[in-house]
């Protein structure tokens, strides 16, 4: 499976962005999908999630309200819509999946990860 994330850029406060990850080959083995970022100087963290059947989410409390994650599965992609942007979203954003349907989102289960893609946003 090959993950690609994009989309990224720079958005003043306030503003939007929303991101893509297209995945392609063994696309069939993938069950859900998960946006997770990493700061400078910060460690990754999980920032949202989707499961591809059921289509439920998961959101780090920071980014409720703010953000939308959804998939659109005839073209194995992921969508993260991200409103009302902060300066403290700045960050690389990854897009990572696997096989499992499960609530935890630990970085170290997921087997598979994209290129990250920039966001900066200006206050």
């Known amino acids: 499976v090959q993950l690609q994330a994009s989309g990224g850029g720079l958005a003043q406060e306030g503003g939007s962005l929303r991101l893509s990850c297209a995945a392609s080959?063994?696309?069939?083995?993938?069950?859900?999908v998960g946006w997770f970022r990493q700061a400078p100087g910060k460690e990754r963290e999980f920032v949202a999630g989707?499961?591809?059947?059921?289509?439920?989410?998961y959101y780090l409390d920071s980014v409720k309200g703010r953000f939308i994650v959804s998939r659109d599965n005839a073209k194995n992609t992921v969508y993260l819509q991200m409103n009302s942007l902060k300066p403290e979203d700045t960050a690389i954003y990854y897009c990572?999946?696997?096989?499992?349907?499960?609530?935890?989102?630990?970085?170290?289960?997921?087997?598979?990860w994209g290129k990250g893609t920039q966001v900066t946003v200006s206050s």
């Open positions: 990572a999946a696997d096989g499992q349907v499960t609530t935890s989102w630990y970085q170290s289960v997921m087997d598979y």
């Open positions: 989707i499961l591809k059947n059921s289509g439920i989410s």
């Open positions: 080959g063994r696309t069939y083995s993938i069950s859900r």
